[in-house]
């Protein structure tokens, strides 16, 4: 039996890999920080004594002390013979340590937290991208390891064009935020679409699929390379310590913002929510008339949105200003969303066998740009 992560995402620690029934391992932390959550692994199985599969039975020993201890409540890890579909095995917290316990098909299986979004699969998606005719590629700089900050920039700039923002994965473990933006990328860019080819005649849409490339090809769950949670760096970010943030805001302030939205995943919320800026300081009624026409549009597109479920509401003037959702709506007075996907299913509408999924999530991604084209007269 073997168990190796030395790869792309991958992330997990060997304790003791020698019984087939007793596998202990442990998930490591991001770099310089105390987050983890984030695993990834592949595992080389071992016939018993007869020849025969038989089941693995693999504990991570200290999932207790990660970041959301509460995730692992009714969690089931996925598993992929192929790398391409993400199947969900039976996994239990004790409340202490997680246990993934199932008799693999083939000879080679790997286990991960949600779908892996691979920084190749990344590549491929804006080079793709840019073949559109009204795409731009543009690399705003590079991220602590050396890694390209992409934006694509889709439609043509023009004075009296609301300018649309959407990034994901500022916390590179949310895998679903990529999946999102490539389903809403499939649709903006078919030029078949007559949905698409109206949104960019009205607006221009810059997206950053991948604001923390770093931390996605280390494995991480919430951080960059030097341990920068990047979703609390949007007040005062640094070169230093968070060029990602920094990088994109600076092309922000160059060029403006109307609405933003920036997609995330949630440990521990089995549905699909959004978290908006009731507590920012610029707060007016206005706002919350985007706000809520924003919502109930999604409410009726599809049964996999909804608004029942989701963090509690910030007091007036009291939202946290490092927050890149905060930040934009306060400093552009424009519509700003966090969207959050669940790492486990969406209750509302379950699927046992694959949970809250990267199909799921491309499909949020389309149905959310039938969102904003019904938004995008009001931007302005
Ligand atoms: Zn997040």
Same mark, same amino acid.
């Given at each position: 039996?073997?168990?190796?992560?030395?790869?792309?995402?991958?992330?997990?620690?060997?304790?003791?890999?020698?019984? &087939?029934?007793?596998?202990?391992?442990?998930?490591?932390?991001?770099?310089?920080?105390?987050?983890?959550?984030?695993?990834?692994? @592949?595992?080389?199985?071992?016939?018993?004594? *007869?020849?025969?599969?038989?089941?693995?039975?693999?504990?991570?020993?200290?999932?207790?002390?990660?970041?959301?201890?509460?995730?692992?409540?009714?969690?089931?890890?996925?598993?992929?013979?192929?790398?391409?579909?993400?199947?969900?095995?039976?996994?239990?917290?004790?409340?202490? #340590?997680?246990?993934?316990?199932?008799?693999?098909?083939?000879?080679?299986?790997?286990?991960?937290?949600?779908?892996?979004?691979?920084? /190749?699969?990344?590549?491929?998606?804006?080079? *793709?991208?840019?073949?559109?005719?009204?795409?731009?590629?543009?690399?705003?700089?590079?991220?602590?390891?050396?890694?390209? +900050?992409?934006?694509?920039?889709?439609?043509?700039?023009?004075?009296? @064009?609301?300018?649309?923002?959407?990034?994901? $994965?500022?916390?590179?473990?949310? =895998? +679903?935020?990529?999946?999102?933006?490539?389903?809403?990328?499939? $649709?903006?860019?078919?030029?078949?679409?007559?949905?698409?080819?109206v949104l960019l005649n009205k607006a221009v849409f810059y997206i950053v699929p991948n604001m923390n490339p770093?931390?996605?090809?280390?494995?991480?769950?919430?951080?960059?390379?030097?341990?920068?949670?990047?979703?609390?760096?949007?007040?005062?970010? =640094? +070169?230093?310590?968070?060029?990602? %943030?920094?990088? %994109?805001?600076?092309?922000?302030?160059?060029?403006?913002?109307?609405?933003?939205?920036?997609?995330?995943?949630?440990?521990?919320?089995?549905?699909?929510?959004?978290?908006?800026? /009731?507590?920012?300081?610029?707060?007016?009624?206005?706002? #919350? &008339?985007?706000?809520? @026409?924003?919502?109930?549009?999604?409410?009726?597109?599809?049964?996999?949105?909804?608004?029942?479920?989701?963090?509690?509401?910030?007091?007036?003037?009291?939202?946290?200003?490092? %927050?890149?959702? *905060?930040?934009?709506?306060?400093?552009?007075?424009?519509?700003?969303?966090?969207?959050? +996907?669940?790492? #486990?299913?969406?209750?509302?509408?379950?699927? &046992?066998? %694959?949970?809250?999924?990267?199909?799921?999530? $491309?499909?949020?991604?389309?149905?959310?740009?039938?969102?904003i084209y019904h938004m995008v007269d009001d931007l302005r």
């Open positions: 039996m073997q168990i190796t992560d030395n790869f792309d995402s991958g992330n997990i620690r060997v304790i003791n890999a020698t019984d &087939a029934s007793n596998i202990q391992l442990e998930i490591k932390h991001d770099n310089q920080s105390e987050f983890y959550q984030w695993f990834h692994f @592949k595992l080389q199985t071992e016939l018993n004594a *007869n020849g025969e599969r038989q089941e693995h039975v693999l504990h991570l020993n200290n999932v207790k002390n990660s970041a959301f201890p509460g995730g692992w409540n009714n969690y089931q890890a996925v598993a992929s013979y192929d790398r391409e579909h993400w199947f969900r095995v039976p996994t239990q917290y004790d409340g202490e #340590k997680v246990t993934i316990s199932f008799t693999p098909e083939f000879d080679s299986v790997y286990l991960a937290y949600f779908a892996p979004y691979s920084y /190749e699969r990344h590549q491929d998606l804006i080079h *793709n991208a840019q073949l559109h005719p009204l795409c731009q590629l543009q690399v705003l700089g590079q991220s602590i390891d050396g890694r390209d +900050m992409s934006l694509l920039t889709i439609g043509e700039p023009s004075e009296g @064009k609301p300018n649309i923002w959407i990034t994901a $994965r500022q916390h590179p473990g949310e =895998t +679903m935020a990529e999946w999102f933006v490539e389903g809403l990328l499939d $649709r903006l860019l078919d030029e078949d679409d007559g949905l698409a080819r770093d931390g996605s090809v280390r494995g991480h769950l919430r951080t960059n390379a030097v341990g920068a949670n990047l979703n609390r760096e949007w007040l005062e970010p =640094t +070169m230093d310590r968070s060029p990602e %943030v920094y990088l %994109v805001r600076e092309k922000m302030l160059e060029v403006g913002v109307d609405m933003f939205l920036d997609a995330h995943g949630d440990e521990t919320i089995p549905a699909n929510f959004v978290a908006g800026c /009731e507590g920012i300081v610029a707060y007016d009624a206005r706002h #919350k &008339a985007l706000e809520d @026409k924003f919502k109930d549009i999604m409410l009726v597109i599809t049964p996999e949105f909804q608004d029942t479920l989701g963090y509690a509401k910030n007091e007036p003037g009291k939202a946290n200003p490092t %927050v890149g959702t *905060n930040w934009v709506g306060n400093q552009f007075k424009c519509l700003a969303y966090t969207i959050e +996907m669940p790492f #486990k299913d969406n209750d509302f509408l379950p699927d &046992a066998s %694959v949970g809250w999924s990267d199909e799921r999530s $491309r499909i949020l991604g389309r149905d959310f740009l039938t969102g």
